[in-house]
């Protein structure tokens, strides 16, 4: 099956410092989306790409659709405290007829004050 | 708020027990997708609707496992004879017509303990 590899699991910075995350994947996806997790809630969607080379930006965040479409980043510029949280990317591969996602396990932020 | 609902947040129940779970998606959604997250994981897709067509389940779902949408608007997911391997978050997420299809809100989970 489809398998997702999301780097990195976790990592710490200080506030104001900008923040590169990434995922891929072992297939072809049509669709990627980022989506953040606070504890005990569900995942909220951040930005959603439909097309390969695709850059697009939700205020301070920016994400790409890799040109191979097996790949996706996230980019986080000038953190606050606020964006603590798990960042998760998944994939869709509309081309099978499926609108299921395949998620990655996640990439933990801690933003140190 | 008119996000997706869920209903309860958490459910504690003991091994051998039925549990029913509530999902309201956002209004004029016409898909809905349940998932289940365990712990350091993201989440898995179980199962979705469009309307009231169940279209794709996962092997994930077993026969213990059942959902309905039988208006096609909210959707019930039923875990009959619980097992502890069944403790998890249980998500449920919708999605708007297309072109926007593909985007999933989420619901804030059902946390479900098996004793």
């Known amino acids: 099956g489809q398998q997702l590899n999301q780097s990195p699991q976790s990592m710490f910075i200080q506030e104001g410092e900008d923040v590169s995350m990434n995922c891929t994947s072992s297939?072809?996806?049509?669709?990627w989306l980022w989506y953040k997790q606070d504890p005990g809630e569900g995942p909220v969607l951040l930005i959603a790409?439909?097309?390969?080379?695709e850059l697009t930006s939700n205020g301070r965040l920016t994400a790409q659709f890799g040109i191979t479409r097996k790949d996706s980043f996230l980019n986080i510029s000038a953190s606050i405290p606020s964006d603590v949280g798990i960042y998760f990317c998944?994939?869709?591969?509309?081309?099978?007829?499926?609108?299921?996602?395949?998620f990655g396990k996640g990439t933990k932020l801690s933003v140190i004050p | 708020d008119t996000g997706v609902s869920q209903d309860p947040r958490h459910k504690i129940t003991k091994r051998g027990q039925n549990v029913t779970f509530r999902c309201d998606p956002i209004?004029?959604?016409?898909?809905l997708y349940w998932y289940r997250q365990t712990l350091g994981q993201g989440p898995e897709f179980l199962t979705y609707?469009?309307?009231?067509?169940?279209?794709?389940k996962s092997r994930l779902l077993s026969n213990r496992f059942s959902a309905e949408r039988p208006k096609g608007s909210f959707s019930t997911l039923e875990i009959q004879r619980t097992e502890q391997g069944d403790s998890a978050m249980y998500l449920c997420?919708?999605?708007?017509?297309?072109?926007?299809?593909?985007?999933?809100?989420f619901g804030p989970g059902t946390r479900l303990t098996v004793t």
């Open positions: 297939s072809i996806f049509n669709t």
């Open positions: 997420a919708s999605s708007p017509r297309d072109p926007r299809g593909y985007e999933q809100y």
């Open positions: 998944a994939g869709q591969n509309s081309g099978a007829g499926s609108y299921q996602l395949t």
């Open positions: 790409l439909y097309k390969a080379g």
């Open positions: 609707f469009q309307n009231e067509a169940q279209l794709e």
């Open positions: 209004s004029e959604h016409n898909r």
